[in-house]
């Protein structure tokens, strides 16, 4: 009799926000104050089971208290055997410090996936994103996924604000990406403290610039904001104001803005 043999598909090494652990394979310095951590899958033909836009938790006691911090997956999806989160290293940060002092082959708990944005093929003709600093990352992921689906045509815009040039995150992949899918993303850098050698924008994300840059109120867009708390009301004032519906306390994916 011959053997049958039945696949249901890769192995979710997250599901049902149950607590899991993984080793660090990997740590990787982007900037003076910016890591990307690769963590080991169980299984090595795994995949995380986050979906697009949600997050995981990193669970670490520290001075004998535990404390549990967000973080959106940087890798694919459908990654097999790994999967990367990018953090920036905070001097009152416990966890961020706690990750920054970790080793190759240390161990780290964690939980999810947790999160009320799950992203889904064309469920907008257009999606506009304001991020500072390290707010680029809960929404990396989605921008990636977005432009690498061909049957995908959600149109994208970015407006990334920082303090500095050193501080922009992720700019090589996000040129990279502005320049195999013009079409369909574009992005403004913004930065605060310019020096002299800087020619792009400069100031804060006003409600002039978002006006200029990002798509016109519409049903079929949506806006995404991610970074500082005064950046974000800032940024939710502009776009309701310039006609957005405004978002509940804690978003959920049917608000047209957004706040991660």
Not at 36 to 63: C, D, E, M, T
Not at 144 to 165: A, F, M, R, S, W
Not at 205 to 229: E, N, R, S
Request: glycine share 8%; proline share 7%.
């Amino acid at each position: 009799m011959e053997a049958c043999f039945f696949f249901s598909g890769p192995i979710h090494a997250f599901e049902n926000n149950t607590i899991r652990q993984f080793s660090l394979f990997k740590k990787t310095k982007m900037s003076p104050d910016t890591y990307l951590y690769r963590f080991a899958l169980p299984n090595k033909w795994g995949i995380s089971g986050i979906p697009v836009g949600q997050h995981i938790q990193v669970v670490a006691v520290i001075n004998g208290k535990e404390i549990q911090r967000s973080y959106t997956p940087m890798s694919a999806a459908d990654a097999r055997g790994y999967f990367e989160i990018l953090v920036k290293t905070y001097p009152d940060g416990a966890v961020s410090q706690y990750l920054a002092s970790l080793s190759v082959g240390d161990i780290v708990t964690m939980k999810g996936p947790k999160g009320s944005f799950q992203y889904t093929p064309n469920m907008v003709r257009a999606i506009g994103i304001v991020a500072g600093g390290s707010g680029i990352t809960p929404i990396f992921q989605t921008i990636k996924t977005i432009l690498e689906n061909p049957k995908d045509k959600t149109e994208v815009t970015l407006i990334y604000g920082n303090c500095t040039e050193q501080d922009i995150l992720l700019r090589t992949e996000l040129d990279s990406l502005s320049v195999l899918y013009p079409d369909k993303f574009n992005v403004h850098y913004v930065l605060s403290r310019a020096d002299a050698s800087w020619t792009g924008p400069t100031g804060y994300i006003t409600q002039d610039k978002i006006a200029m840059w990002l798509p016109a109120p519409a049903g079929d867009v949506k806006i995404l904001v991610c970074g500082p708390p005064a950046q974000v009301k800032s940024v939710i004032e502009a776009t309701t104001t310039l006609g957005f519906t405004a978002p509940r306390t804690v978003s959920k994916i049917t608000d047209q803005i957004f706040k991660f």
